[in-house]
């Protein structure tokens, strides 16, 4: 496609002038700009992004609905974690391909699409973030039931005092951190390392680790579970949406699996050098975020950048799927050998997390009970963080894409601020007015919902429209093309089953 020269330069975070060539238009958005595509850096400097999106993925599906699914039903659904973690690295790794190929985040892709679903990606992710609260409210609970403070204070009160001030502290981060990635993802890091080394320590006890072989025996059968076994003889349908929750949550969930793009650009990920970050009003200085992306010529060294840039989503999308996984087998490993034996299961109300502090009082006693009560709050605060973060992030785009007249009088930060100060206040009002695990299952399934439309997005954004403005070879492999369609089916397969299950018989049509 011809391109029309424009005299016009974009500055990279070196400080260097990079010529752009022209334009190129792609879909129902302002054309991109023709630059050379950076070259990629060693992996190491990139591990941010992958242990950032596993931190994500831990926030609650991990932590609390795997183990409940594993202490209520045994084998029932243990094979179906893994290859449910799997879905998630076909779905990141095309996430991914579409900022190194643009520089843009997912928001700005959409908009591509039609802004008509734009606004439908901004409608449901403003469904989902009024349940969020629900995480912050469950690592409140963990550190009311660590501290007993306030005093003479009921469950309820004592959670919402907690998690008020975990409100408060986040947001001040976000505030005064001159740059919000940076502080999201140093948080981040911190509760992998501490939640990974903690739940390996606890699985080196003899009550634990006696049962590895009954427990892999069953994990790595993914045909020894549901759906090939049918629903176990003891099959509650009312749990039906915290199955799909927890299929959801085996990675980031929903629309919170595109932060993945935010992440990457804020790293420097190939045009991403060209984009400025979101910083602080007060302590940073405005970096310049333009409202669209880039492309590239087809030559040898945008080849090879592109492949360079390629193979570090896939190692660095490695790693969060590896940790992810880890992590939650390990927590059903626990449940399995802990909580199954003791006859107890995981709340699905206010005490999302107490009960599975006895998988580190198995190792330490009660302080191993209080450890892991403040890993666990750490591990749900920290999903809170972030899901503010994406959504302040992907709301400010979509309103900079789908009303550029109006919106861009403002700088895009400025939005960014907006937005975190309206998610904020409604985390507040939903943690007064819901209980902690109702809030985190509404949002659940909703970003399971997410999941098939997200899927299909990708498809055609990478596989259909993006190579009309692309070299060919942007487009992925025959293996990964296959695969992506296979789990994208596969996330549509599961959407039916839920309607036809659980949603249908609640209006009296009964189909299986």
Wanted: charged share 10%.
């Amino acid at each position: 496609m011809a391109t029309v020269a424009v005299p016009e330069y974009v500055t990279d975070r070196a400080g260097r002038r990079v010529v752009v060539e022209g334009v190129i238009p792609l879909g129902n958005n302002d054309p991109l700009k023709l630059a050379t595509l950076p070259t990629a850096i060693g992996m190491w400097a990139w591990i941010g992004p992958g242990l950032l999106w596993s931190a994500l993925a831990q926030g609650s599906g991990e932590l609390i609905w795997w183990p409940y699914l594993t202490a209520k039903y045994g084998t029932a659904f243990l094979g179906v974690m893994v290859w449910a973690s799997m879905l998630q690295w076909w779905y990141n790794l095309e996430i991914l391909r579409y900022e190194i190929m643009t520089g843009e985040n997912a928001m700005t892709g959409f908009i591509r699409l039609g802004k008509w679903f734009a606004l439908l990606v901004g409608a449901m992710i403003v469904f989902e973030l009024m349940w969020f609260g629900g995480f912050t409210a469950s690592s409140g609970n963990a550190l009311a039931t660590l501290t007993n403070f306030p005093a003479g204070w009921d469950v309820p009160g004592q959670t919402r005092f907690w998690t008020y001030v975990l409100i408060v502290i986040y947001v001040l981060v976000l505030v005064f951190g001159p740059v919000a990635y940076n502080w999201v993802e140093r948080i981040s890091m911190a509760v992998v390392v501490i939640t990974v080394a903690g739940v390996l320590f606890a699985c080196l006890q003899p009550q634990v680790y006696t049962t590895f072989g009954s427990f892999a025996g069953s994990l790595f059968n993914p045909f020894g579970s549901w759906p090939f076994t049918g629903m176990p003889g003891n099959w509650d349908a009312a749990d039906a949406s915290i199955l799909v929750t927890s299929i959801a949550y085996a990675g980031a969930g929903g629309w919170g699996q595109v932060f993945y793009t935010y992440w990457f650009r804020d790293k420097g990920a190939g045009f991403g050098q060209y984009a400025g970050r979101v910083t602080s009003p007060i302590t940073g200085e405005l970096e310049t975020i333009p409202a669209t992306g880039f492309a590239f010529s087809d030559n040898e060294q945008n080849h090879k950048n592109f492949n360079g840039w390629m193979n570090l989503a896939a190692s660095q999308n490695s790693i969060g799927i590896f940790f992810n996984t880890l992590t939650t087998g390990i927590m059903m490993w626990l449940a399995w050998a802990v909580l199954i034996p003791a006859g107890k299961q995981v709340s699905s109300t206010w005490q999302l997390a107490v009960v599975q502090a006895d998988f580190f009082a198995i190792a330490w006693g009660d302080v191993g009970r209080s450890v892991f009560l403040f890993v666990a709050a750490m591990f749900l605060a920290d999903a809170w963080l972030q899901n503010i973060d994406g959504y302040s992030r992907m709301l400010s785009e979509m309103i900079y894409g789908v009303f550029p007249k109006q919106s861009r009088k403002w700088p895009l930060r400025n939005w960014y601020y907006l937005f975190l100060g309206w998610c904020t206040i409604t985390s507040l009002i939903t943690v007064a007015i819901t209980v902690p695990g109702m809030a985190i299952l509404i949002r659940g399934t909703a970003s399971f919902f997410a999941m098939p439309i997200m899927g299909w997005a990708f498809i055609y954004l990478n596989f259909y429209l993006a190579p009309r403005a692309f070299p060919k070879w942007v487009k992925p492999n025959k293996f990964n093309y296959v695969l992506m369609w296979i789990c994208t089916c596969a996330y549509s397969l599961l959407f039916i089953w839920y309607i036809v299950a659980s949603i249908l018989p609640q209006f009296g049509i009964k189909l299986m």
